[in-house]
């Protein structure tokens, strides 16, 4: 079994029931084991500034996948979720990125692991650090949890993990 992380955001309509949707489209992929969800964070845009905040969590996933087919299964939730990519860093239903893959080091056209910006944003390193706070940086061994960005602040705790907003209380 694999152990991935990734991160969930979104930003349009009703964004709690979105991320809710993700987890349980996730869930009941073909290959997911099981699936263990961050608190929800809200955050301010990054790059494209005029849109509202984004609800962010973090998920880690047992999967039999192999990191291309959880890409594959990241990519059709966007879809069933309404994702359309017009606008780069633009408003969005869902966007899920598989942040690690095991201790994976990867590089392909489609896919790079470990996520080549996760380091720089606090949205996706606090999440992450909550729900497994000492997974590292693969090669270096650096906590995620201490790396500048997730110090920044700008991350707010919108809803606790133990409030079953994700299915588990």
Known sequence: ????????????GDREANLARAV?????????????VSSIYETAPVGLTEQADFLNVAVRVETSLSAGE???VCQRIE???????????????????????????????????????MHERAFVLIPLAELAPDVQEPGSGRPYR???????????????????????E
């Open 146 to 168: 201490e790396m500048p960005a997730a110090a920044e602040g700008g991350v707010r705790l919108w809803k606790a993990a133990d409030t079953g907003w994700n299915g588990k």
């Open 1 to 12: 079994m694999n152990t991935a992380y990734l991160s969930i955001g979104t930003n349009m």
């Open 70 to 72: 959880l890409l594959e």
């Open 79 to 117: 879809q069933e979720l309404g994702r359309v990519r017009t606008v780069r860093w633009g408003p969005r239903t869902a966007d899920l990125d598989i942040l690690l893959y095991n201790e994976e080091r990867m590089d392909t056209e489609t896919l790079t692991i470990p996520h080549p910006r």
């Open 24 to 36: 349980d489209l996730l869930r009941a992929a073909d290959g997911v084991g099981s699936a263990v």
